[in-house]
Antibody, heavy 121, light 109 residues
Framework: EVQLVESGGGLVQPGGSLRLSCAAS????????MHWVRQAPGKGLEWVSY????????YYADSVKGRFTISRDNANNSLYLQMNSLRAEDTAVYYC??????????????WGQGTLVIVSS | SYVLTQPPSVSVAPGKTARITCDRN??????VHWYQQKPGQAPVLVIY???DRPSGIPERFSGSNSGNTATLTISRVEAGDEADYYC????????????FGTGTKVTVL
């Protein structure tokens, strides 16, 4: 069974840092690009970042560019999101998600259960 | 900005049909995917590639996409279908790349 389990969320002050982790199992992790998607309380889904299987290509949403860093450890089947200079608007549940990709499109299946990040003083 | 517009809410009686729309100019040229999210849970894929169903998703869920509107249809609605639903596309020409719709709350009366 494919499983994604996030951890590392919590309460952090504005300007602070947090590192999220996503432990993957049940599939060949090093063959997949991986993504982070977030959801602010009561709001919709927002794509955050992705990293290709060999870490050669990385993209970020404009809202987090320069503050967040995505990385992975294929030996340990783990995905990470280092979040610096956190702002109140970064408060959200953060999901890791495995994509399914064709030439023309990408969708996400499955998703982890999410980890909540609260940025507040 | 790149926006996929969904109605905020749809109400439907049990046994009836719910239709959730996802609007954007020429969305028919993109492949649309749909997710169901129940309170406190992660999103679950219910339709991919406009109209394909993942294994385990009931046949009551179907999708279509043409022109400026993609539609998720839930037939013979059950109480367990009450959830938020999001459409999603990938657009390589957009700096957003992976775009989600605004979301629709489906309420079963």
């Amino acid at each position: 069974e494919v499983q994604l389990v996030e951890s590392g969320g919590g309460l952090v002050q504005p300007g602070g840092s947090l590192r999220l982790s996503c432990a993957a199992s049940g599939f060949t992790f090093n063959s997949y690009t991986m993504h982070w998607v977030r959801q602010a309380p009561g709001k919709g889904l927002e794509w955050v970042s992705y990293i290709t299987s060999s870490s050669n290509t990385i993209y970020y949403a404009d809202s987090v560019k320069g503050r967040f860093t995505i990385s992975r450890d294929n030996a340990n089947n783990s995905l990470y999101l280092q979040m610096n200079s956190l702002r109140a608007e970064d408060t959200a549940v953060y999901y890791c998600a495995r994509p399914q990709t064709t030439v023309t499109t990408t969708w996400f299946d499955p998703w982890g259960q999410g980890t909540l990040v609260i940025v507040s003083s | 900005s790149y926006v996929l517009t969904q109605p905020p809410s749809v109400s439907v009686a049990p046994g009836k049909t719910a239709r959730i729309t996802c609007d954007r100019n020429n969305i028919g040229s993109k492949r649309v995917h749909w997710y169901q999210q129940k309170p406190g849970q992660a999103p679950v894929l219910v339709i991919y590639y406009d109209s394909d169903r993942p294994s385990g998703i009931p046949e009551r869920f179907s999708g279509s996409n043409s022109g400026n509107t993609a539609t998720l249809t839930i037939s013979r609605v059950e109480a367990g279908d009450e959830a938020d639903y999001y459409c999603q596309v990938w657009d390589s020409s957009s700096d957003h790349f992976f775009v989600f719709g605004t979301g629709t709350k489906v309420t079963v009366l």
